[in-house]
């Protein structure tokens, strides 16, 4: 495999994912903005958005944005503009509540009631999930089924890392077939690289913005070149706002959301430089073929539920 890549010169197509919500959404805020009071918050989410699809637009890059229902409900001309642009509409769920602290009952209605508004504002189907915070953890790996049953074909959800609010370290680090009876699912694990016995994460996210820009382009680089295949980048659009309102939160959780802002969008346009992109849906069409050619290259998670 790395003698072909070795003598190919075409790079690898990575692939670009937005998880569409607004900057008072985030998990690490939880407490901070109850759900009521999210009508009344200054939301920026659409003119973020509006940045990044034309930032797409000039590098000529397909992506895919796992939209929040909350937000298509409220600016379902957003997500007919991001769908009618070319790109991949995809779901993060409804109200954006970690996985595990949910009901298996209340999960399914979250995610049935993301993907119908999702398809009507896009008039497209829906085949991707990413879970709020990566929370497809150990405790709710019965997720899986449900989104399965709810007609989603792949899953974003699973980090093969050590965090403190997710990940599953001993999970496959490449798109894995997760086989439930009848139905399957693809699951496309965010990048990680491998240093002596950690998976590191390099693709994305607080990493992208927190650690210096050598982190991430060093990591895709040893995804693309040693092992021959796409890293699965994400970002918010959130993080190259940074004028948005600061919330009153622990000094932890604010430097983890406001730090490096004012920087992202430059290195956004320098990652667009350096490797090339397309959509999540192009990466699982890729990941099904080889996975249909030899299913026994993938990784089964190691947990029965
Ligand atoms: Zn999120």
Redesign the pocket.
Same mark, same amino acid.
């Given at each position: 495999m790395n003698e072909i890549a070795a003598s190919d010169d075409t790079p690898v197509v990575n692939a670009m994912s937005i998880?569409v919500?607004d900057y008072f /959404?985030? =998990?690490v805020f939880d407490g901070l903005v109850p759900r009521a009071r999210w009508d009344s918050m200054e939301s920026r989410v659409k003119a973020n958005t509006y940045r990044l699809l034309a930032i797409f637009e000039e590098y000529r890059v397909r992506s895919t944005f796992?939209v929040?229902g909350w937000v298509a409900r409220r600016h379902p001309d957003l997500v007919h503009a991001i769908a009618a642009a070319g790109h991949e509409v995809a779901s /993060?769920g409804y109200a /954006?509540r970690l996985i595990y602290d949910q009901t298996p009952a209340a999960f399914r209605e979250d995610v049935r009631r993301a993907k119908g508004i999702l398809e009507q504002a896009s008039g497209r189907s829906v085949a991707g999930y990413?879970a709020? =915070?990566y929370s497809i953890t150990p405790r709710s790996l019965w997720a899986l089924d449900i989104l399965a049953e709810e007609g989603y074909t792949y899953d974003s959800s699973i980090f093969p890392i050590r965090h403190d609010r997710y990940g599953i370290p001993v999970s496959g680090r490449k798109p894995y077939l997760i086989n439930r009876g009848a139905r399957s699912l693809i699951e496309v694990p965010g990048s990680t690289t491998r240093v002596g016995p950690l998976n590191l994460p390099v693709a994305g996210g607080g990493y992208f913005r927190l650690l210096p820009y050598w982190w991430t382009r060093w990591g895709i680089s040893r995804v693309n070149e040693q092992e021959n295949r796409p890293a699965i980048f994400y970002l /918010?659009p959130w993080e190259i706002d940074p004028d948005q309102p600061r919330l009153a939160a622990g000094r932890l959780s604010r430097f983890r959301h406001y730090r490096n802002l004012e920087h992202t969008e430059t290195r956004l346009r320098q990652l667009l430089t350096d490797f090339r992109f397309d959509a999540m849906d192009t990466v699982v069409s890729r990941a099904r073929l080889e996975l249909n050619y030899d299913p026994s290259a993938t990784p089964a998670l190691p947990y029965s539920w």
């Open positions: 998880d919500e /959404h985030v =998990s796992f929040l /993060h /954006h990413r709020p =915070s /918010h």
